[in-house]
């Protein structure tokens, strides 16, 4: 009778064990599933979730930084008058001489842009790309709130001046 009480008290005591690890196990999922609804929460109230237009709903890319892009618009308006001269001559009907190009770039915590990038365009013509690049590095925005880079992607449209 002795061993049988010493094995009825190991299966309580195997018993009580597992269903500790179970309830371990599952507090840890929960806290797991919780942690990446909060950074999601987190990340979306900083970088502004997209509106029902698929627009940034975010007060600092809406505010600052589309001001201070339309700020600096002349400075790209001046790539494009620069590709027109280039390209004048030329007669392929397939050439786009009007079109947009999308530019994606960061601002980081001091307002300083990094690493300005097309992300498409209806140009082939890499030095205008490269202008585009260039003027937009050279860019300076108000900081952005809470101390962290920010994303911005922006269309540039144009359209020739001289045809209208």
Known sequence: ???????????ILAAAFAALLAL????YYRMNRMEERYLRMITESRQGAPGRDGRSTDPYISG????????YSSEILSCYREFLERNKENKDPKFQKEGSTTMDWQ????????SPS???????????????VKKITAWRFPEPPFGTKKYVEHTFKFQDEKKQ
């Not at 009778?1 to 299966?11: A, E, G, Q, R, S």
């Open 1 to 11: 009778m002795n061993i049988d009480l010493k094995n009825k008290t190991f299966i």
């Open 24 to 27: 371990i196990a599952f507090m």
């Open 64 to 71: 600052p930084v589309k001001n201070t892009v339309v700020k």
């Open 107 to 114: 601002v980081d915590d001091d307002g300083e842009v990094l």
């Open 118 to 132: 097309v992300v498409r365009s209806s140009f082939t013509d890499g030095t205008f790309h490269s202008c585009m």
